[in-house]
């Protein structure tokens, strides 16, 4: 198993910019999620999915899109990239929607700046 | 307040040392606890749950107060291999988890 995949690694934008940031895993888990991590913030959850065609907004869901249209794959879409959207993205994924499955298997990331 | 703030290090021990690190979070209903550790430009990587009844993991011991929503993390004979920022996570509502910003630590030669 690939386990939790992330492309690209590194992206380098202009503000205004459109791009889509792309995660996908092979482990058939229901929930998926995505986080960007700032310096002394923590991960903040920007949005998670519990299955396919079902999505939510987290923390911090503004200037983001997502959708799910299968179970593997869980895209997020900057829709005007601005400077503040400089971080590192992290997707992730665990099984099963209650609290008994809880280990959340983690992406690679993607180190995004905004110029 | 933030939910979930932990302590604000970072730690810098040297090689066989005892470190704790603390962690406290806002919501009484909170239901689910762990320890994640995130080495330097890496994902983060589940260490450990964290029970009511205390937990060991060889080197590693969690502790949880519910009654001073607080968690630790003992980590016992500190190795090298050990330097890492380690993540307090907390579920606070359904399966969102919330992490708290991290507390690094360096094992020194």
Known sequence: ?115 | RKEVEQDPGPFNVPEGATVAFNCTYSNSASQSFFWYRQDCRKEPKLLMSVYSSGNEDGRFTAQLNRASQYISLLIRDSKLSDSATYLCVVIFYGQNFVFGPGTRLSVLP
């Not at chain 1, 934008?13 to 991590?37: I, P």
């Not at chain 1, 895209?75 to 665990?94: D, E, G, H, I, M």
Request: charged share 15%.
């Open chain 1, 1 to 115: 198993n690939a386990g939790v995949t992330q492309t690209p690694k590194f992206q380098v934008l202009k503000t205004g910019q459109s791009m889509t940031l792309q995660c996908a895993q092979d482990m058939n888990h229901e929930y998926m999620s995505w986080y960007r991590q700032d310096p002394g913030m923590g991960l903040r959850l920007i949005h998670y999915s519990v299955g396919a065609g079902i999505t939510d907004q987290g923390e911090v869901p503004n200037g983001y899109n997502v959708s799910r249209s299968t179970t593997e794959d869980f895209p997020l879409r900057l829709l005007s990239a601005a400077p503040s959207q400089t971080s590192v993205y992290f997707c992730a994924s665990k099984s099963g929607t209650g609290v008994t499955y809880n280990e959340q298997f983690f992406g690679p990331g993607t180190r995004l700046t905004v110029l």
